[in-house]
Nanobody, 114 residues
Framework: QVQLVESGGGLVQPGGSLRLSCAAS????????MSWYRQAPRKEREFIAN????????NYADSVKGRFTISRDNTKNMVYLQMNSLIPDDTAVYYC???????WGQGTQVTVSS
């Protein structure tokens, strides 16, 4: 079955950077669009970014455009989210998702605070 396991979250100061990773298994990874979402306390889960199977087309939410970069390594079944210039509003649980199969990881907490 589909498994998505995120890692790389943590506590970071405003202006700092983090790189999230998502290890995928149980499906043919290179065939699918992969996505990142996040959910802050008391807010709806929101789309952050996605990437096409070949890794050549990416889309971002306006709130993270220019600061976050999604990428993937189809040889390792991994998808990444490089997050730069972090702000407190980026504090949330971040989820890796395979939307076409309605599959989600368990999430990784990112906290931006001084």
């Amino acid at each position: 079955q589909v498994q998505l396991v995120e890692s790389g979250g943590g506590l970071v100061q405003p202006g700092g950077s983090l790189r999230l990773s998502c290890a995928a298994s149980g499906f043919t990874f290179s065939w699918y669009v992969m996505s990142w979402y996040r959910q802050a306390p008391r807010k709806e889960r929101e789309f952050i970014a996605n990437i096409n199977p070949g890794g050549t087309i990416t889309n971002y939410a306006d709130s993270v455009k220019g600061r976050f970069t999604i990428s993937r390594d189809n040889t390792k079944n991994m998808v990444y989210l490089q997050m730069n210039s972090l702000i407190p509003d980026d504090t949330a649980v971040y989820y890796c998702a395979l939307r076409s199969r309605e599959s989600w990881g368990q999430g990784t907490q990112v906290t931006v605070s001084s």
